[in-house]
């Protein structure tokens, strides 16, 4: 019997909102193919009831100091092990920085058809067949996965939130005596304290080149605070050294898929679209209207984001509270 495992991804002891969407691509794939849907989850047993209403049948649990920081072998190793108990052929991730990673390692072991930033699952597909961007988003490429097992790792903020009744899953712990981790990650440095993830959020308002500077960065971070939104940014305000690198979006930096994007005074390169181009809903502010992101844009401003952004704030914090 075959059957489907997720990757339960943590950050800071909280499920991460992936999870909740791979969970319900999984739910849903589980239910085309007429499998059982289980979950993999590290060091965080006080978890499990919060994963009751995502369909999972099982939870497989590995604990101990092996997994207190993520590590590519030891995670694919659990997850490999927790598949054979499962007898699962497809494995399914976010697709992360971690989530990225993980899929590789875990691929790699169980000699798996891997696709990675995952936008559409092809559920009738026989075999299986999934849609990602290739070429920077220039075009969708329809991957088929042969072979026994596969492992897809799914875009953020791509799939929908499925929830499903409350449910009690078995939760059954891993013993892994002969778990060999050659390397261990000892520490994890964060970025700075409190700025929200591109990754992550709702909402990304970005600046390029247009802001001449960190200074001109102060405005996008004003709009980002009033709207719980997070700050991305241009190659170009990167390599300047006005922002920090974890913030850059495009084919060298993040990708997003928020709700609503606003570039404020980027031009919109092919580059810079790759990462942020399957955003719902794009606003762009330029001052020039035959900048290319006017044309990708659903609502083009043309003006100077100095003027623009202030009363953008202003207007939007009446109505965003
Ligand atoms: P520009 O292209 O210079 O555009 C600035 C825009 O601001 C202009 O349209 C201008 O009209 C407008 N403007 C100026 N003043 C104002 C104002 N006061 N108010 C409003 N608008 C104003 N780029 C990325 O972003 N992400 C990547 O990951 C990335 N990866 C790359 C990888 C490779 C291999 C290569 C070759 C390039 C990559 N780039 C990437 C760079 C990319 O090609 C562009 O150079 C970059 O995206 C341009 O940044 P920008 O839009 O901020 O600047």
Redesign the pocket.
């Known amino acids: 019997m075959a059957g489907i495992l997720v990757w339960v991804e943590t950050s800071e002891g909280k499920i991460r909102k992936i999870t909740r969407e791979t969970a319900g691509a999984g739910a849903k794939l589980a239910e085309k193919l007429g499998v059982p849907l289980g979950a993999v989850l590290f060091n965080g047993r006080d978890l499990v009831p919060e994963l009751g209403n995502l369909g999972f049948s099982k939870i497989y649990t590995a604990d101990g100091p092996a997994f207190e920081k993520y590590s590519g072998e030891a995670y694919a190793e659990a997850f490999a092990a927790a598949g054979k108990q499962f007898s699962a052929d497809v494995f399914l991730t976010g697709a992360t920085a971690l989530g990225r990673d993980l899929s590789a390692c875990l691929a790699a072991r169980l000699d798996a058809a891997l696709a990675i930033d995952v936008t559409e699952i092809l559920y009738d597909a026989k075999p299986l067949a999934v849609i990602r961007p290739v070429y920077?988003g220039k075009l969708l490429a329809e991957v088929e996965l042969q072979g026994e097992m596969k492992v897809i790792s799914l875009r953020p903020n791509v799939f929908p939130v499925t929830e499903k009744p409350a449910a009690s899953p078995e939760v059954v712990p891993l013993s892994l005596e002969t778990l060999s981790i050659r390397a261990q990650v000892r520490k994890a440095i964060k970025a700075a304290e409190g700025v929200m993830d591109v990754t992550e959020a709702a909402i990304v308002i970005?600046?390029?080149?247009?802001?001449?500077g960190p200074a001109?960065f102060k405005v996008i971070e004003d709009l980002a605070r009033a709207l719980g939104a997070a700050v991305g940014?241009?190659?170009?305000?990167?390599?300047e050294g006005w922002i920090e690198y974890s913030h850059?979006?495009?084919?060298?930096?993040?990708v997003v898929s928020p709700v609503l994007y606003i570039?404020?005074?980027?031009?919109?390169?092919?580059?810079?679209f790759?990462?942020m181009g399957s955003s719902k809903f794009i606003i762009a502010?330029?001052?020039?209207s035959d900048?290319?992101?006017m044309g990708k844009a659903d609502f083009a401003i043309v003006?100077?984001?100095?003027?623009?952004v202030p009363v953008l704030k202003e207007e939007l914090s009446k109505v965003v509270k």
């Open positions: 920077s970005s600046g390029g080149r247009g802001t001449g001109g940014a241009s190659r170009v305000a990167v390599d850059q979006v495009g084919q060298t930096g993040k570039a404020c005074g980027i031009s919109g390169s092919t580059q810079h790759a990462g502010i330029n001052t020039d900048a290319p992101i003006g100077d984001l100095f003027k623009v």
